[in-house]
């Protein structure tokens, strides 16, 4: 698999830079994708036991450090490379990263977003916002590997093609960086539309077969969807950033449910 990466990765980083994104079936071996369901599994569950019947809002500022709910059912649980029992250099993803982010690009994020049966889609977002007026190259990515299969019934995550080039709130007085980054009813790929873009983004998701991964732009819009089956869907993610560059938007939350 690794051979693959190689020998797509020019076409992968062309679609990630145009499009924002892309899919990648099976990037992962079954032995990965198995290990990394296993402690999440583990640890989501240890985290929403210690949560137990506590009020939790939304988004990462009403949250805790070990659990923030992202919307209505949907449950992000942070859990670090260490804990994951994986060196994040070695995996099959990496040398992606460091082609987009440089050989110095560094871990910001990990963990796993579980959606329950039943939960709705999110609002459209971004996970953060760009940084100069100009279209600069990426300084966030992210990876979501699919720990099941995720048919579209169980609602896989939905992209608005090529909108990480459009979500520029410096260059667009009519974007208000708040809407965008947080769950806002309102914010949605039609607002994109301007004099000079007239056309809204395409939207595209695709059922995730084990194992595979989704690599995206963190300016892009996008959004989790329904889960309308009968299991929780569960995605692992991997979020890098430029040397530097230091995320505020991710985890705001300042509590910890460890604390008394
Ligand atoms: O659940 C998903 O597919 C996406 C989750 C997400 O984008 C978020 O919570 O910020």
């Given amino acids: 698999m690794q051979h693959a990466i190689q020998q797509h990765s020019k076409s992968i980083l ?19 994708t198995a290990q990394l369901l296993s402690v999440s599994s583990k640890i989501a569950s240890d ?6 019947k506590r009020p939790i809002g939304i988004g990462s500022r009403s949250g805790y450090r070990e659990i923030v709910q992202r919307s209505p059912g949907r449950w992000d649980v942070p859990i670090t490379p260490e804990q994951f029992a994986i060196d994040h250099k070695q995996m099959p993803w990496w040398p992606l990263i460091t082609a987009v982010l440089g050989q110095s690009a560094e871990h910001a994020f990990s963990g796993v977003v579980s959606s329950e049966p039943g939960s709705k889609e999110q609002c459209w977002h971004i996970d953060s916002p760009h940084e100069a007026a100009e279209h600069l190259s990426a300084h966030a990515i992210n990876i979501f590997i699919a720990l099941t299969h995720i048919p579209l019934l169980m609602g896989p995550t939905e992209l608005a093609r090529g909108s990480h080039q ?45 194992g595979s991964c989704l690599i995206f732009d963190d300016r892009i819009m996008h959004r989790g969807l329904a889960n309308q089956a009968h299991q929780t869907r569960h995605i692992a993610y991997f979020s890098y950033k430029r040397q530097g560059y230091l995320p505020y938007t991710h985890f705001e939350s300042t509590r910890s449910l460890f604390e008394s």
């Fill in 166 to 210: 459009r979500t520029n709130h410096l260059a667009n007085q009519t974007l208000a960086v708040d809407q965008l980054l947080y769950q806002h009813a309102d914010t949605s790929p039609g607002m994109l539309v301007t004099a000079k873009e007239q056309t809204t983004p395409e939207t595209r998701s695709s059922a995730m077969s084990e």
């Fill in 14 to 32: 062309q679609q990630l830079q145009s499009d924002g994104f892309s899919q990648l079936s099976n990037l992962c071996s079954s032995t990965l």
């Fill in 47 to 52: 985290v929403r036991q210690r949560l137990g």
